[in-house]
């Protein structure tokens, strides 16, 4: 069921358009009314915070930390960008390692990597499809999801974010708590700031303080979005 907001975002692109809606608008309708969604919805997205393993091809794979995505990410991804199966199958083998992460720091080089990599995929009794969906299972990945201006960069300020606003250790942070965990707090932490710069913004009568940046980005990419259906609308 559509938003109220995007039904008139829907309207006004159809009046501008003069576009005759079809079943082959259904997707971009359905990702309109998500980023209306998170604009005007309070309520946090569902995470996973059962860190249920998924078994796949004889091997348990399980959320992976922030340091096992910044291994990932910055050390492992980079040796691999033109090999699609290496490269699904590093982070698989280190969603295998979650609760050991010290075997991934033996992996120092690109031979030693290829080496272990490849003797986990031979014994990976499964195929490369289903091998995928697992981790995007996982990784709760959204497809239509973009990456945040800095992402990657922002690992430290995020740590200290989780210590200061819910303690626990660095360390805890980086290599025990699983992206889910994460998630879940991280979006309590956004739902809270966006409310309270809200509430100063309606208090205000004039010189209001800008929207809160999780809000600025939420409405561009509700405006991408929505520039992308008019610029396909009016083609056809």
Known sequence: MLSLYAKQELQNLLTETNH???VDDFDDITRLNELCLAI?????????????PVVIGG????????GVLEW???FYLPLFTNDP???DGGLAYALSLSDCPEELWELKDIKT????????LRRLKCTHDELQDAIKVLLSIDEHA???DGEGAGAGRLIAMLCKEYGHTAGYWLWEAPIGIINTFVNDYVQRVEMEQEAARNACKTNKPPPAESRIRKFKAMRDHKNQMRDKWQKK
Do not use: G, H, W
């Not at 997205?45 to 860190?51: K, R, V």
């Open 146 to 148: 973009e990456p945040e």
């Open 59 to 66: 091997y348990q794979l399980k959320q992976p930390s922030i």
């Open 20 to 22: 005759s809606l079809s």
């Open 40 to 52: 005007t919805d309070n309520k946090s997205p569902e995470n996973d915070i059962l860190d249920m």
């Open 72 to 74: 990932y990410n910055k």
């Open 85 to 87: 199966l290496m490269a």
């Open 113 to 120: 990597c290829k080496k272990e990599v490849r003797r986990f």
